[in-house]
């Protein structure tokens, strides 16, 4: 599976932004995907995830209520709607996705995931 990220870019604090994961294959639908990101001199953090029937998602705390993940199978695109963003969520924004276990479960960690896109950077200045 091949990801590639997009999206990113310079924003002030407070404003938006939409990250876009595009993936090849033929079988997107049966991928659970996650958004993760990593600041500078930090370790990659979880950010949010979506199960493969985009019924379920799951957010790590210090985002819920500002981002929102989301997924078009029919695109084999999952988004990640970013508002009222802060200094704090400069970073690297990575997505990933899980194509071997088929399972509709929330994924969180990692190591869970076995496809990573290159990363998109998101900048928010205060």
């Known amino acids: 599976v091949q990801l590639q990220a997009f999206g990113g870019g310079l924003v002030q604090a407070g404003g938006s932004l939409r990250l876009s994961c595009a993936a090849s294959?033929?079988?997107?639908?049966?991928?659970?995907m996650g958004w993760f990101r990593q600041a500078p001199g930090k370790e990659r953090e979880f950010v949010a995830a979506?199960?493969?029937?985009?019924?379920?998602?799951s957010y790590v705390n210090f985002v819920k209520g500002r981002l929102t993940i989301s997924r078009d199978n029919a695109k084999k695109t999952v988004f990640l709607q970013m508002n009222s963003l802060k200094p704090e969520d400069t970073a690297v924004y990575y997505c990933?996705?899980?194509?071997?276990?088929?399972?509709?479960?929330?994924?969180?960690?990692?190591?869970?995931?076995?496809?990573w896109g290159q990363g998109t950077l998101v900048t928010v200045s205060s």
């Open positions: 294959g033929r079988t997107f639908s049966r991928y659970a």
């Open positions: 979506i199960s493969l029937s985009g019924l379920s998602t």
């Open positions: 990933a996705a899980d194509s071997r276990r088929y399972t509709n479960a929330i994924l969180t960690s990692a190591r869970q995931y076995d496809s």
